[in-house]
């Protein structure tokens, strides 16, 4: 059965960090991309990082781009997003999506929902003092 569980969510002060993991099971997790999105209270989901087969990154949010960082470990079929200096206006349900098999060196339109086959069903990350 195919699964994505995410993990690493919580409660963070302003200025701290997390990082979330998202494993996988069921399916030949290497040749799937992995995409990151969130949804922010009344806000639609966004996407917030994918990376590709070969490890390759690319982020969507200009304002995360020098403070998340997304990484696989094939070895252990998980894909981890280091969330560093988190500010209040990253409160979200992070979610973690699978789609596959990819074949590109890169994410394209890593950003897009309709791209992905499988979801997980989130981890909350709170950012308050």
């Known amino acids: 059965q195919l699964q994505l569980v995410e993990s690493g969510g919580g409660l963070v002060q302003p200025g701290g960090s997390l990082r979330l993991s998202c494993t996988a099971s069921g399916f030949t997790f290497r040749t799937y991309d992995i995409g990151w999105f969130r949804q922010a209270p009344g806000k639609e989901r966004e996407g917030v990082s994918c990376?590709?087969?070969?490890?390759?990154?690319?982020d969507y949010i200009d304002s995360m781009k020098d403070r998340f960082t997304i990484s696989r470990d094939n070895t252990k079929n998980t894909v981890y997003l280091q969330m560093n200096n988190l500010k209040p206006e990253d409160t979200a349900t992070y979610y973690c999506a699978a789609r596959g098999p990819a074949h590109l060196p890169i994410c394209a339109d890593g950003a897009t929902e309709g791209r992905y086959n499988y979801w997980g069903q989130g981890t909350h990350v709170t950012v308050s003092s």
């Open positions: 990376i590709s087969t070969r490890g390759v990154g690319t």
